[in-house]
């Protein structure tokens, strides 16, 4: 079992231009959330994904958008990037709960860098 | 909105003394849980606590969850150089999932 998955594992980008980060869950789960993690900060919750569908959504704007397909993977899309995107995004994923009882399993983070 | 609230920041300890970190959330949680994050790493689950009260020890590590539901602490009995990291708490209520700023743990040999 290769764990959770993130691709790719560094990314630098220009004001204005749009990234796409991708993550593969752990075998067995269905949910995939995505958090930005700034230098010395927690992981702030951006948003949750169960049955390809939004299920959660932190204090995010709309310029960050997911999607999640069939087969559980997720991606992430953010869209004209601004400095203070620059972040470690971290993809976990747990199995599916009616409550958010379940361990997170985190990827190792894709760390994005806007210039 | 809720809020998660950790100290302290940082504590630097001496090898073998012990260490603590605390959590306290505005309101009310259905559960906690508590990573480490390693320096360059990712958040690792260390354990889930769910009812009032609760303890749960693992080797030299002890957690609990207070009778209100409202805050929680991790100690860490005669610390090793192993326990360098960063200790998050995340609050577990269904809609948005809150970690806590973290406290980042260093230890001198």
């Known amino acids: 079992d290769a764990g959770v998955t993130q691709s790719p594992t560094h990314l630098i980008k220009t004001r204005g231009q749009q990234v796409t980060l991708r993550c593969s869950p752990k075998?067995?789960?269905?949910?995939v959330s995505w958090y930005q993690q700034a230098l010395g900060q927690g992981p702030q919750f951006i948003f949750q994904?169960?049955?390809?569908?939004?299920?959660q959504r932190g204090n995010f704007p709309d310029r960050f958008s997911g999607h999640q397909f069939p087969n559980y993977s997720s991606e992430l899309n953010v869209n004209a990037l601004l400095l203070g995107d620059s972040a470690l995004y971290l993809c976990?994923?747990?199995?599916?709960?009616?409550?958010?009882?379940?361990?997170?399993?985190f990827g190792p983070g894709t760390r994005l860098t806007v210039l | 909105g809720q809020q998660v609230m950790q100290i302290p920041q940082y504590q630097h300890v001496q090898e073998g003394e012990d260490f603590t970190t605390y959590c306290n959330s505005s309101?009310?949680?259905?559960?906690i849980q508590w990573y480490k994050q390693r320096p360059g790493g990712h958040p690792v689950f260390l354990i889930q606590?769910?009812?009032?009260?609760e303890v749960k020890k693992q080797k030299r590590l002890t957690f609990q969850f207070g009778e209100a539901k409202k805050n929680s602490s991790l100690h860490i009995t005669a610390t090793q150089t192993t326990d360098v990291g960063t200790y998050f708490c995340?609050?577990?209520?269904?809609?948005?999932?809150?970690f806590g700023q973290g406290t980042t743990l260093q230890v001198k040999p």
């Open positions: 976990a994923s747990s199995r599916t709960s009616l409550v958010s009882y379940n361990e997170q399993f």
């Open positions: 606590l769910v009812k009032s009260g």
């Open positions: 995340r609050s577990g209520n269904t809609g948005k999932l809150i």
């Open positions: 994904y169960y049955e390809e569908e939004e299920r």
């Open positions: 309101t009310t949680l259905s559960n």
């Open positions: 075998s067995g789960h269905d949910t």
